[in-house]
């Protein structure tokens, strides 16, 4: 069993930055992917980043340029350092695992709320 716990959501002014983390407990395998989704209220759950084991990180469109995602050396944290924020940007942010094996996880999400 996996578990995946979120750090680092607070309120934050429109062009302030934040960098979020989550750690990965249990027992992971090699060749999984990590990364951050979000939901906004009224909205479908998103995907923010994705980082593969070893492979080039994947961005949502609206993020490129401002998020960064990144991994420890161990794999078992991932972290989103997240630039230029703006009132859309606002959403509880999930961190994802999928093993390479396809069992998926999700962590229980944190607020990061843009506004002045």
Known sequence: QVTLAESGGDLVQPGGSLRLSC??????????VMGWYRQAPGKEREMVAR???GRTPTYADSVKGRFNISRNKNQNMVYLQMNSLNPEDTAVYYCYLRTFFGAEYWGQGTQVTVSS
């Open 23 to 32: 750690v990965a407990s249990g027992i992971l395998s090699g060749g999984n």
């Open 51 to 53: 980082f593969p084991t």
